[in-house]
């Protein structure tokens, strides 16, 4: 079975959290509204599944999977799915959901990247709640950051075995975007980071590792990899980075 990927096309956004799932499962799929509008692709193919006209159960937002008859949405749900199908999540039901558990709080880290370009609101530009954003930036990098990446550190720390994993003794989803989380905050906050990754080691490492992974390196070095860029949650805006 092939599985449609529907996310918005210029973006990594949530969707590369899905997307390094696929791609370390080396599963078939097809990243839907990436393709031609005139071969029925394209962002109209998900603006169709989203209105609920033709589907009885239809997501709130992207990104979702096409799974055969299942349409799955919300980011932790889709590796909640995926992880269990290909092996990239815990077999005992305690694991299972530990890994969950690790997903969605990283859905609530990235919600906080999110929110110090867009403080005020979403449908606003960058531009209209700059200063804003500032206060927001200056917060997250002083405070929140080292909350949550010293959360993962501890995490780390305590993995059992010779190379640290989130959940168990081999990676699993969770590692993976734990990855991105990274990658994103050093294109974001080049200089924060640097300065942060002391004492952080072993998510710096776990980052490294991920990214070496033949599947991973493959796909990162593809054209699938869309690069980062100023529309998606994680943007490079200077004057928000520590000076
Ligand atoms: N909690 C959802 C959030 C989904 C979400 O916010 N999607 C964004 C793109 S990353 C979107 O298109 N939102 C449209 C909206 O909120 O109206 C998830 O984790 O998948």
Redesign the pocket.
């Known amino acids: 079975m092939r599985y449609e990927l529907y ?2 096309p210029t ?1 990594q ?3 590369e959290f899905v997307r390094l799932a696929l791609e370390e499962a080396q599963a078939a799929y097809v990243d839907v509204a990436r393709g031609l509008k005139k071969e029925g692709a394209g962002v109209p193919a998900l603006l169709k599944l989203l209105d609920g006209k033709t589907v009885a159960q239809p997501p ?5 999977l096409k799974a055969g008859p299942l349409i799955i ?6 590796l909640l799915f995926l992880g269990q199908r290909h092996g990239l999540a815990p077999r005992s039901e305690a694991g299972r959901l530990w890994a969950n558990q690790l997903q969605l709080t990283i ?1 609530d880290f990235i919600v906080e990247v999110h929110d110090t370009h867009h403080p005020i609101a ?1 449908g606003l530009y960058y531009e209209d709640q700059r200063e804003e954003a500032r206060r927001r930036a200056a917060d997250f990098l002083e405070v929140r950051l080292s909350r949550y990446l010293g959360y993962f550190e501890r995490l780390l720390a305590a993995s059992p075995g010779k190379a640290a994993w989130l959940a168990g003794r081999s990676l699993t989803y969770p590692d993976l975007s734990l990855f991105q989380v990274v990658a994103g905050l050093r294109y974001a906050f080049p200089r924060a980071v640097q300065r942060f990754e002391r004492k952080c080691p072993r998510v710096v490492e776990l980052h490294d590792r991920v990214a070496a992974r033949p599947r991973i390196a493959a796909y990162l070095a593809s054209d699938r990899r869309i690069p980062f860029n100023e529309q998606g ?1 994680f943007r490079h805006y200077p004057e928000l980075d520590l000076a």
């Open positions: 996310y918005w973006i956004g949530r969707g709130f937002a992207p990104p979702f949405g919300q980011t932790p749900n889709i859905a979403s949650i």
